[in-house]
């Protein structure tokens, strides 16, 4: 039971990681930088708190942003995968 909680979370992680890509308007001139989210979520799938990680400001504040537009997230119907699913850490890189 676990260990199906965890794929369930690990494959919605990967879908909220898919929309964020999509809603990121990367910032011109920021190739090959990188930026570490730390996403954490209600249970209905909102944004409860988001902290970006770059060097890179612009990059900060779009990924930010980009996570904000993107929610809220499906989030599994099972508790256990939605409680994992709630919490994730992400890195993007820039290839614009």
Sequence with gaps: KKAEAK???STAKRDFESRI???WDTPTGSTGKTATA???LTESGAVRSV???SSDPDM???IE???RSAAP???PSDPDA???AMSMTSTFKSSN
């Design 51 to 53: 902290v970006v990680t």
């Design 21 to 23: 890509k999509r809603a």
């Design 82 to 84: 939605r409680r994992e």
């Design 65 to 67: 942003a980009a996570v």
């Design 7 to 9: 794929k369930i979370a």
């Design 38 to 40: 730390r996403i954490s």
């Design 60 to 62: 900060k504040a779009s």
């Design 73 to 75: 997230y499906p989030m």
